[in-house]
Each structure stands twice: as C-alpha cells, then as structure tokens.
C-alpha cells in the first residue's frame, strides 16, 4: 500500500521560502532534542528555565528587572521562574547592599552543574547538526545564515 502525500501544506518551490521554513525545522529539531535531553535530566528543566540560568549563569547578580529587560518577557512569568529555581536550589538569592529592595541572583553550585551539562548538550548537538561538513563548510554556513539574519534585522 502507497503512503498517501500530503500536498495540502505544500507551496510551490520558492527558494527564499523555503530557505526560512528549513531553518525553522532545524530548530524544532534541536530545540525537540533538548527538551528531551532537558526533561529526562535530574532537575526537570524546562526549555526557559534553561534560558534563566544561561542568563544567570553568563550575568551573576544580576537582578529579576534586568532579566525582563534582557528578554522581553513578561515580569510574572519570569518571577514564577525565578521562584521555582530558587526553590530547587538551582538559584541563589542576596539582597543588594545598595539598595535592600533589589535582589541579586546567581546560580548555585547545583545551577552551574545543570548550567554545564546543558552546555554540552548543546555542544554535541551542534556538533551532529554539521557532521560532515568541512571547516571552510561551516564558516562559509555561518556567514551566510548572518547574512540572512542581517537582511531581516534591517527590514
């Protein structure tokens, strides 16, 4: 028996189109693969738990406001974060002794371990994505998908 097509959601070949909607199927990809990786780990993190403690991670001391500012994420949603961090043991928190009303965040010693294995993580999937391609390959990939980058921040 034929496996039926699907043509329903199928576009003419248009290059410039389908340049974009291969890009975002590599991240689904990869982002699928670390959330798997994310989710069967120890601490259960999700994938912006894991954009929190990168952001803490790269920015210790920094505070709740300038992670909402870094992000442009909702306040609440970040506190709800921040909160559930601190409450596994992956976020420490010191009041600021400039000013006793901020609170200064950094990652424990637990949080810098989860920190470090999703960085590798993170290297060997990038790692796999470009098995195969020659080093002039990738720089030659990486200059282009700037390029791209750039055509759309200047639109």
Do not use: C, W
């Amino acid at each position: 028996m034929r496996k039926p097509i699907d043509i329903v959601n199928q576009s003419p070949k248009q290059p410039e189109a389908d340049v974009l909607e291969l890009v975002h199927s590599l991240m689904h990809s990869y982002r699928s693969q670390q959330y798997r990786f994310l989710r069967d780990g120890p601490h259960d993190i999700t994938h912006m738990d894991g954009k929190v403690l990168g952001f803490f991670g790269r920015h210790p001391g920094a505070t709740q406001k300038d992670l909402v500012q870094h992000s442009g994420r909702d306040k609440a949603q970040l506190a709800r974060l921040i909160k559930g961090l601190r409450d596994r043991g992956l976020l420490a928190a010191a009041a600021d002794e400039a000013d006793r009303r901020n609170v200064r965040l950094s990652l424990t010693a637990d949080g810098q371990a989860v920190q470090r294995a999703l960085q590798q993580q993170a290297r060997r999937l990038s790692a796999r994505a470009v098995a195969g391609l020659s080093d002039a390959e990738q720089r030659q990939l990486f200059a282009l998908l700037q390029r791209v980058s750039g055509n759309l921040a200047s639109a």
